[in-house]
């Protein structure tokens, strides 16, 4: 067994999830470390966790970012030769890390950048070297083993700590792991990680049922037509809510064990659904439970698991349990 840390991804709210309430659970599960994506996530975090964790920000040093990277005890990521030199300028002795690109092409510094300034940086105080895998949750594709090659290259010898894989590349087994892993989706109960327990489950109340004759239809467009006499329930919540768009008329919701299809187009705050079928009138229905994860949902609209949790809306009442 080699001695790998684990940390946690929180970035956009905690994928959608709550930030400060999943952090706060995974803190108390251990995680001494976090990852977000803006230091302004940063300053959220710090004040919903205190003192005693590190906070790293993938955006790097920002211009703007030095006041809150340092009154809020934050670890920007570098990500360019300016970034560095801001970060080693405005705030000497400052902790920090190095993101390299190993071939992504989205955020680091690539071979001969870090090249000429790898000897200053690892000179200060820098915590960390990472970089990020584009197709990790592909397990055959070559480009995993070329970042690999890559990152071995650029980094092997030095003796800061080194992160490459999120969820997808902790998958792909041990070589990835090295000092840190990060990740993300895979806590939230997300692909790829096939085994993990679904943690968001989403209620939603049905407003009001009306009787629709056959023939008559519902909805913006008249998009959906009554093919029988029909029982439709108006249910609370929308686009606006994160049931985006792409789901109408592909979607199925759940009282208890019986499925309900979604009928007509989704709206801003609302969505319909065929309840004809139903052995009783339902209170609530269900769109994210154990018979319909996120990344079933995410099926039916075309889309991933991160993007419907992520886009989760504020107007929920969110409980947590367990942690
Ligand atoms: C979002 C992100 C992660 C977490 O990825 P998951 O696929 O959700 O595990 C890790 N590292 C970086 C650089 C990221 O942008």
Known sequence: ???????????ADGYGLGADKVARAMMRAGVTKFFVAVAEEGVALRQALGPNVEICVFSGHMRGDTDMISDMMLTPMVNTVGQLT???????GHPFGVQLDTGMNRLGMELPEWASVAEIAL?????????????????????????????HLMTDGISVPRSLAATGG??????????????????????????????????LPVIQVRDVEEGETVGYGNAWTAARPSKIATVSGGYADGLIRALSGGATLWHGAHPVPLVGRVSMDLITADVTDLPELPGVLSILGPDQTVDALADRAGTIGYEILTSLGPRYQRRYSGG
């Open 1 to 11: 067994m080699t001695d790998v840390e684990t940390a946690a991804v929180v970035k």
């Open 86 to 92: 801001r970060h080693l300028e405005a705030l000497p």
């Open 123 to 151: 000179s200060q105080n820098c915590r960390l070297v990472m970089s990020h895998l584009a197709c990790a949750d592909e397990p055959d594709h070559p480009m995993n083993r070329q970042q690999l090659d890559q990152f």
């Open 170 to 203: 902790i998958l792909l087994g041990p070589e990835y792991h090295f000092d840190l892993t990060r990740p993300g989706i895979g806590l939230y109960g997300g692909l790829p990680f096939t085994d993990a327990q679904p943690v968001a489950y989403l209620d």
